[in-house]
């Protein structure tokens, strides 16, 4: 199975400013299948990138994905207040699909 | 609007079993593979298990091998999730999700419900 290391864990950072977060792979992830997912407090996920650069339908243009191999960023270029919440990683280049354990992005 | 709906959580006992159903609407249901994905509260995202448009195919997290079965009636639109000795660590959400691309087999989730709560406690 492929483990997913996100970091940091916790992300403290004012709206206007750029994020930057980690996503590590402990093999490298088939065809880069890496996906982003955006999940707030009693909602279910978001899928926000899909083959780590592409944007799901409706995702704003300041979220990009880049990375390959065993490294990935999920950049989210000017903080909005909807921004801020938990942030996953997936990959599903492998039949046993994984997820990072999370970065939780907070308003500083 | 394209929409999954998840039910049949619930309390339930150690030792017992429950059925998970998610009812799909506004896509053709037959066409897209499924998965379920489950998060214990106040922790991350765990894949379960994954079942091909057509059911042929079926793949499952080591840790529920064996006790859980996934499965799906294209004739109602419904997916569902078998869990039998239920445990502890069971207790989580449960989130039936979609694949991103029409007739592929393990792609990215860009459909999901709202989730079904089951709690394993004596």
């Known amino acids: 199975e492929i483990v997913l290391t996100q970091s940091p864990g916790t992300l403290s950072l004012s709206p206007g400013e750029r994020a930057t977060l980690s996503c590590r792979a402990s093999?490298?992830?088939?065809?880069?299948?890496l996906a982003w997912y955006q999940q707030k407090p009693g909602q279910p996920p978001r899928l926000l990138i899909y083959g780590t650069s592409s944007r799901a339908t409706g995702i704003p243009d300041r979220f990009s994905g880049s990375g390959s191999g065993t490294d990935f960023t999920l950049t989210i270029s000017r903080l909005e207040p909807a921004d801020f919440a938990v942030y996953y990683c997936?990959?599903?280049?492998?039949?046993?699909?994984?997820f990072g354990q999370g970065t939780r992005l907070e308003i500083k | 609007q394209v929409q999954l709906v998840e039910s049949g959580g619930g309390v339930v006992q150690p030792g017992r079993s429950l059925r998970l159903s998610c009812v799909a609407s506004a896509f053709t249901f037959s066409t897209y593979s499924m998965h379920w994905v489950r998060q214990a509260p106040g922790k991350g995202l765990e894949w379960v298990a994954i079942?091909?448009?057509?059911?042929?195919?079926?793949y499952y997290v080591d840790s529920v091998k064996g006790r859980f079965t996934i499965s799906r009636d294209n004739s109602k639109n419904t997916l569902y999730l078998q869990i039998n000795s239920l445990r502890a660590e069971d207790t989580a959400m449960y989130f039936c999700?979609?694949?991103?691309?029409?007739?592929?087999?393990?792609?990215?989730?860009?459909?999901w419900g709202h989730g079904t709560m089951v709690t394993v406690s004596s």
């Open positions: 999700a979609r694949d991103r691309i029409v007739q592929w087999f393990g792609d990215a989730f860009d459909i």
């Open positions: 079942i091909s448009h057509d059911g042929s195919q079926k």
């Open positions: 997936q990959q599903y280049g492998s039949f046993t699909i994984t």
């Open positions: 093999q490298s992830v088939g065809t880069n299948y």
